[in-house]
Every structure is written in structure tokens, then in C-alpha cells.
Nanobody, 118 residues
Framework: QLQASGGGLVQAGVSLRLSCASS???????????LAWYRQAPGKERELVAIIYSGGTTNYADSVKGRFTISKDNGKRTVYLQMNSLKAEDTAVYYC???????????WGQGTQVTVSS
């Protein structure tokens, strides 16, 4: 249902933009969902990186505030994560999540690897 892309191996300081495109999720469900990016580094638990609520409000982990921006395009049913000034500690597998606010639908993407070399 969710296809994440945009990861890669980059040097510290550069930018990447992750995309998560949904297929099979109808527009009303997508637009009525909270959309989030999580990440999981080796040996660590999965953590919330950024979330955009169905109403448009955003929230970020302290470690990425001011560097990452989450956005969405309801028409394209896609959520983005713009990552600037990447650091080695941003290295992780990034997962997108769609959580329907009005029901139990909850979707996860397959993950995209981001590796930042210092």
C-alpha cells in the first residue's frame, strides 16, 4: 500500500527528500489520516521523526527540528520528508506510516535506507 523511496548513501551536510506514495488508499482515507515518518537505527528502537496531522499541524522529534520538514500532497496521496543538513546520527531505515483518524486503518511502508557518512 505504501512505497517509500528517496533514501541513499550521502555525506554529512547534504539534503535528501524521501517520498512515500500510497496505492490502494482512497483519497478520503488518506486525507483523513495522520501521516508520519519513523526511523530505526541498528540496535535501536523505532522512533517517530515527524508527523503531519490530518488537519495539517506538524510535529518533529527534537533531534530533527529545524532540519527536517514533513509535507503531504493529498491529491497525489504522497507524504514527503525533506531532510537538510544531514548528520551521521540520521543514519537509519526510514518508514512511512498512515494512520486513519476515523478508523482502524494503519499502513506501513517497507522502509528506505538512509546512510550518512561523516
Amino acid at each position: 500500500q505504501l512505497q517509500a523511496s528517496g533514501g541513499g548513501l550521502v555525506q554529512a551536510g547534504v539534503s535528501l527528500r524521501l517520498s512515500c506514495a500510497s496505492s490502494g488508499i482512497i483519497l478520503s482515507v488518506f486525507s483523513g489520516s495522520n501521516l508520519a515518518w519513523y526511523r530505526q537505527a541498528p540496535g535501536k528502537e523505532r522512533e517517530l521523526v515527524a508527523i503531519i496531522y490530518s488537519g495539517g499541524t506538524t510535529n518533529y522529534a527534537d533531534s530533527v527540528k529545524g532540519r527536517f520538514t514533513i509535507s503531504k500532497d493529498n491529491g497525489k496521496r504522497t507524504v514527503y520528508l525533506q531532510m537538510n543538513s544531514l548528520k551521521a546520527e540520521d543514519t537509519a531505515v526510514y518508514y512511512c506510516n498512515v494512520q486513519y483518524v476515523y478508523g482502524s486503518a494503519n499502513y506501513w511502508g517497507q522502509g528506505t535506507q538512509v546512510t550518512v557518512s561523516s
